[in-house]
Nanobody
Framework: QVQLVESGGGLVQAGGSMRLSCAAS????????MYWYRQTPGKQRELVAA???????NYAGFVGGRFTISRDNAKNTVSLQMTRLKPEDTAVYYCNALVLRNGGALDTWGQGILVTVSP
């Protein structure tokens, strides 16, 4: 079994920065795409950023150049550097990865981490 564990959330003032990290643990696996999603109460979970195994990145329109996703394939980690944070960025952020193991692929989620941006 492969697990994803997020870290780095908390409270930050508007205009500030925060870095989220996610580490995958387990045995005999590799990871294809890695993603960050977010969700606020009453809304659907939405994609924030994606990074492929070769480092190609994509961002949601609302990111507006403020966030940077990166990964370390050797350590099976993905990070999200967030700058110029806005109160509307307040959400639970989830790490997601397509884990390849035992000849199959499994859509794997972290437990989520709360990011609160105060006005």
């Amino acid at each position: 079994q492969v697990q994803l564990v997020e870290s780095g959330g908390g409270l930050v003032q508007a205009g500030g920065s925060m870095r989220l990290s996610c580490a995958a643990s387990g045995t005999s696996f590799s990871i294809n795409g890695m993603y960050w999603y977010r969700q606020t109460p009453g809304k659907q979970r939405e994609l924030v950023a994606a990074i492929s195994s070769d480092g190609t990145t994509n961002y949601a329109g609302f990111v507006g150049g403020r966030f940077t996703i990166s990964r370390d394939n050797a350590k099976n980690t993905v990070s999200l550097q967030m700058t110029r944070l806005k109160p509307e960025d307040t959400a639970v952020y989830y790490c997601n990865a397509l884990v390849l193991r035992n000849g199959g692929a499994l859509d794997t989620w972290g437990q989520g981490i709360l990011v609160t941006v105060s006005p």
